[in-house]
């Protein structure tokens, strides 16, 4: 059995880290932002959903379709 440790930083300075993270932090700061907002975004005028054909049957397919064999070595 190997283990590993489980490191969890909760705050550093750029220049700590190893230059390997520095040059990966730098080639995407284009879109890596410092601080989160504390708040959720404002509610917007459009809402997604589904509509939906009164009287009509929904689609009820499998994603994959599977031999009885296929499904069987799944369900185990």
């Not at 040059?23 to 917007?44: A, F, G, Q, T, W």
């Amino acid at each position: 059995m190997v283990c590993k440790p489980k490191v969890i930083i909760t705050s550093t300075k750029v220049f700590d880290l190893p230059i390997e993270i520095q040059e990966m932090l730098e080639s995407y700061c284009d879109i890596i932002v410092d601080d989160l907002p504390n708040e959720l975004p404002p509610i917007r005028k459009i809402i997604h959903h589904i509509d939906f054909i009164p009287g009509e049957n929904i689609p009820n397919n499998a994603a994959y379709r599977m031999t009885p064999t296929e499904n069987e070595d799944m369900r185990k």
